[in-house]
Nanobody, 116 residues
Framework: QVQLVESGGGLVQAGGSLRLSCRAS????????MGWYRQGPGKQRELVARITRGGIANYEDSVKGRFTISRDNAKNTVYLQMNSLNPEDTAVYYC??????????WGQGTQVTVSS
């Protein structure tokens, strides 16, 4: 089992920045990929960014150039630096990890609200 605790959400004006953090505990040696998903009002959950243990990152097209995902394997933590936020980024952001056995674990979610 892997437990995830997220932090860093909040309310920000358009053009502002936020940094999300997600710390994993439990069977951390089993973790391969760490990532962030989001679910906006009336929308399906979508991938925002993901990063492998080796540091290879992928981004959803709308966040490329604005968001940066990183991870600190020593701290079992993944970060999402979000810059140039706009109201379309408003969503609940969920931390996700994939293990080497393809199990998935989710955080409780953190609200990000961007005002215009």
């Amino acid at each position: 089992q892997v437990q995830l605790v997220e932090s860093g959400g909040g309310l920000v004006q358009a053009g502002g920045s936020l940094r999300l953090s997600c710390r994993a505990s439990g069977l951390i040696s089993s973790i391969n990929v760490m990532g962030w998903y989001r679910q906006g009002p009336g929308k399906q959950r979508e991938l925002v960014a993901r990063i492998t243990r080796g540091g290879i990152a992928n981004y959803e097209d709308s966040v490329k150039g604005r968001f940066t995902i990183s991870r600190d394997n020593a701290k079992n933590t993944v970060y999402l630096q979000m810059n140039s936020l706009n109201p379309e980024d408003t969503a609940v952001y969920y931390c996700n990890v994939e293990t080497y056995t393809t199990s998935n674990y989710w955080g409780q979610g953190t609200q990000v609200t961007v005002s215009s």
